[in-house]
């Protein structure tokens, strides 16, 4: 399975973007490219995928280099409760499914 | 519409005990997941139902862990002879076939 890489934490100021890194050099042709990320005490939810072309959604942006080989999940404005950890994976076919350690997001005030 | 639920919210049992793990997936999801997250650690895939059959139950740690999905809907994963080594959060996730995961919020299960 393929596996991605991040940083264990990250800091940002409310209202300001975040930029979250994601490296998956060894992605395949078929993986998607997902983002979650888990509130404290709560059960992971989706952010945003793609596959090749950039996407916008309600939550987030989702910036694809154009080797696949890394992502960039963007928060436009950073709030409080964007406070999170936040998983990249890869995902083909929606089948099993492998978590990394994700990058934990610190929203200063 | 109702999310993902989960029974019980928490979990408490003494080494050696069977317990029972119950995720109530979003009506009308085909593929049904669970995982086990250690403190400070994402999520560990443990196994995936596609209906009613375990299409990949590599994740399943040994053969004291099994699950079950005899209807294609409601899941129970099943603990045998617990060790404290077991306690985590155990997450249930459901979605259509190939599409987003939606989470429960999780089980959390204690063995002292």
């Given at each position: 399975?393929?596996?991605?890489?991040?940083?264990?934490?990250?800091?940002?100021?409310?209202?300001?973007?975040?930029?979250?890194?994601?490296?998956?050099?060894?992605?395949?042709?078929?993986?998607?490219?997902?983002?979650?990320?888990?509130?404290?005490?709560?059960?992971?939810?989706?952010?945003?995928?793609g596959?090749?072309?950039?996407?916008?959604?309600?939550?987030?942006s989702?910036?694809?280099?154009?080797?696949?080989k890394?992502?960039?999940?963007?928060?436009?404005?950073?709030?409080?409760?964007?406070?999170?950890?936040?998983?990249?994976?890869?995902?083909?076919?929606?089948?099993?499914?492998?978590?990394?350690?994700?990058?934990?997001?610190?929203?200063?005030? | 519409g109702?999310?993902?639920?989960?029974?019980?919210?928490?979990?408490?049992?003494?080494?050696?005990?069977?317990?029972?793990?119950?995720?109530?997936?979003?009506?009308?999801?085909?593929?049904?997941?669970?995982?086990?997250?250690?403190?400070?650690?994402?999520?560990?895939?443990?196994?995936?139902?596609?209906?009613?059959?375990?299409?990949?139950?590599?994740?399943?740690p040994?053969?004291?862990?099994?699950?079950?999905?005899?209807?294609?809907?409601?899941?129970?994963?099943?603990?045998?002879?617990?060790?404290?080594?077991?306690?985590?959060?155990?997450?249930?996730?459901?979605?259509?076939?190939?599409?987003?995961?939606?989470?429960?919020?999780?089980?959390?299960?204690?063995?002292?």
């Open positions: 399975d393929a596996k991605t890489t991040q940083p264990n934490s990250m800091e940002s100021n409310e209202e300001e973007p975040v930029h979250l890194p994601c490296n998956h050099s060894t992605i395949s042709g078929t993986d998607y490219i997902h983002w979650y990320r888990q509130l404290p005490s709560q059960g992971p939810e989706y952010v945003i995928h596959l090749t072309s950039n996407v916008n959604n309600r939550m987030a989702l910036a694809i280099a154009e080797d696949r890394s992502s960039t999940l963007i928060l436009h404005r950073a709030t409080l409760r964007d406070a999170a950890v936040y998983y990249c994976i890869l995902n083909t076919g929606g089948f099993k499914t492998i978590f990394g350690a994700g990058t934990r997001l610190f929203v200063k005030a | 109702a999310g993902v639920s989960q029974t019980p919210s928490n979990k408490v049992t003494e080494k050696g005990k069977y317990v029972e793990l119950r995720c109530d997936p979003i009506s009308g999801h085909t593929a049904l997941y669970w995982y086990r997250q250690s403190l400070g650690q994402g999520p560990e895939f443990l196994i995936y139902f596609q209906g009613t059959g375990a299409a990949d139950d590599s994740g399943l040994n053969d004291r862990f099994f699950a079950v999905r005899p209807e294609g809907s409601v899941s129970t994963l099943k603990i045998q002879r617990t060790e404290r080594g077991d306690s985590a959060v155990y997450l249930c996730a459901s979605s259509e076939v190939g599409d987003t995961q939606y989470f429960g919020p999780g089980t959390r299960l204690t063995v002292l």
